[in-house]
């Protein structure tokens, strides 16, 4: 999370602002859409579809295979990325539970 005092913070809280910070950016967005679409793809095809330079979307995809929700194998001189569902559902857990204290009420002012 870059220099910030991370260590005042829970482990928890750290893991979800990172995810959050990962999400935070459009070209991700729709690396991530693309994913979905098309189940796995390589590098050069993602650049072509989202009309990024090939480093860019190198960049984009390391920030998201380290916070884990794509996973990235070897394919001869290739990297096939797919989406990591164990990364997601924990992704949609943390957030679940972040959520999770926000009172139930009838509108949206209480």
Not at 6 to 15: L, S
Not at 77 to 87: A, D, F, L, Q
Not at 95 to 109: E, K, S, Y
Request: with cysteine; glycine share 6%; charged share 25%.
């Amino acid at each position: 999370m870059g220099i910030t005092k991370t260590e005042i913070h829970t482990p928890a809280q750290n893991d979800l602002a990172t995810r959050f910070k990962v999400l935070g950016h459009p070209a991700r967005i729709a690396i991530l859409e693309k994913l979905l679409e098309t189940d796995c793809c390589i590098c050069r095809d993602l650049s072509a579809e989202i009309d990024l330079a090939q480093p860019t979307v190198s960049r984009h995809l390391a920030e998201l295979r380290e916070a884990g929700l794509i996973v990235g194998t070897t394919e001869g001189t290739s990297v096939k990325y797919c989406i990591n569902r164990t990364g997601w559902l924990e992704t949609r857990a943390l957030i679940d539970a972040f959520f999770a204290r926000l009172p139930q009420c009838d509108t949206d002012g209480c």
